[in-house]
């Protein structure tokens, strides 16, 4: 059974500060790698991917992927109150579908 | 964008009842997928598709069943509707779950009484 394990939280952080959500898979052959923001009562929406060992970034957004760690991470720079939500880790299970983690449930605090 | 619908935003059914949840994407993606989602136990894949009339089982498909007739509809059919279904149901669809991940419709809220 693929797994992907993500630390539940809540994560709270302040307005500003850096957010650091972790994600980590089993599957070694794993190719493929997303995060989802989700908003309380709405549907998850995709806002990353990141494919090759190293560091992608997008805005505030920062994707970091080291597969011999089997370790995926995302970090949320000058962190805002619209960045609550709970984010989820996805990654490539097969050729048509994903495995996702739980979520990890994100606080900005005013 | 890709757009995925789903037909209902909240529904509220009796037990014993047959339901229907349908989703419709207007990308001609090949891939499309039916989840349930519960707190504390995440995403749970129930049926997926791949081509019209090609089905697959997820991980917790008793009790439902689907229906692809068309490449941009695919329905899930709670077949005798019991309240440990109610849950927030989400469709999505994809050109390739590799290269692209996923396109969630906005989900619907059944509630079994």
């Known amino acids: 059974q693929k797994e992907v394990e993500q630390n539940s939280g809540p994560l709270s952080v302040p307005e500003g500060a850096i957010a650091s959500l972790n994600c980590t898979y089993s599957?070694?052959?794993?190719?493929?790698f997303f995060w989802y923001r989700q908003y309380s009562g709405k549907s998850p929406e995709l806002i990353m991917s990141?494919?090759?060992?190293g560091d992608k970034e997008d805005g505030r957004f920062t994707a970091q992927l080291n597969k011999a760690s089997q370790y995926v991470s995302l970090l949320i720079r000058d962190s805002q109150p619209s960045d609550s939500a709970t984010y989820l880790c996805?990654?490539?299970?097969?050729?048509?579908?994903?495995?996702f983690g739980k979520g990890t449930l994100l606080t900005v605090n005013p | 964008d890709v757009k995925v619908t789903q037909s209902s935003r909240y529904l509220v059914k009796r037990t014993g009842e047959k339901v229907f949840l349908e989703c419709v994407q207007d990308?001609?993606?090949?891939?499309m997928f039916w989840y349930r989602q519960d707190p504390g136990l995440g995403l749970r894949l129930i049926y997926f598709?791949?081509?019209?009339?090609?089905?697959e089982k997820g991980d917790i498909p008793e009790g439902y069943s689907v229906s692809r007739e068309k490449k941009e509809r695919f329905s899930l059919i709670l077949e005798s509707a019991s309240t440990n279904q109610t849950s927030m149901y989400l469709c999505?669809?994809?050109?390739?779950?590799?290269?692209?991940?996923?396109?969630f419709g906005s989900g619907t809220r059944l509630t079994v009484v």
């Open positions: 990141i494919y090759s060992n």
């Open positions: 996805a990654v490539e299970g097969s050729n048509y579908k994903l495995t």
């Open positions: 598709s791949y081509d019209v009339k090609m089905k």
């Open positions: 999505a669809s994809s050109l390739s779950a590799v290269l692209y991940g996923y396109t």
């Open positions: 599957d070694r052959v794993s190719q493929s």
């Open positions: 990308m001609d993606h090949e891939n």
